[in-house]
């Protein structure tokens, strides 16, 4: 059984930082592109990072671009994203996501996690 928990949300003042973090069990990890999406109310899920098994050629939201990271530990069966320099318009609820080939459309993605939400207070 496939299980992504996502944990490290919370509430920061804009301009702060946080690390959200995924755990992945059930799945051979260091196969799968991993990537992070995010959904605020009434918006659909968007794309936000992804990166390959090996770890280079991630690939970001222009919104995110140069503020957030995505990194993974194939060890350790992890992906996290560092998110610094947040703004208002951050605030979603944040879920992780598997898929053996990378994709930016949610629709293309059939594992998820729970998700964890991360509130920028202006």
């Known amino acids: 059984q496939v299980q992504l928990v996502e944990s490290g949300g919370g509430l920061v003042q804009a301009g702060g930082s946080l690390r959200l973090s995924c755990a992945a069990s059930?799945?051979?990890?260091?196969?799968?592109?991993m990537a992070w999406f995010r959904q605020a109310p009434g918006t659909e899920r968007e794309f936000v990072a992804d990166i390959p098994w090996s770890g280079d050629n991630t690939y970001y939201a222009d919104s995110v671009k140069g503020r957030f990271t995505i990194s993974r530990d194939n060890a350790k069966n992890t992906v996290d994203l560092q998110m610094n320099s947040l703004k208002s318009e951050d605030t979603a609820v944040y879920y992780c996501?598997?898929?053996?080939?990378?994709?930016?459309?949610?629709?293309?993605?059939?594992?998820w996690g729970q998700g964890t939400r991360v509130t920028v207070s202006s």
């Open positions: 996501a598997a898929r053996r080939v990378g994709s930016t459309r949610a629709d293309e993605y059939d594992l």
């Open positions: 059930g799945l051979a990890f260091s196969r799968y592109f």
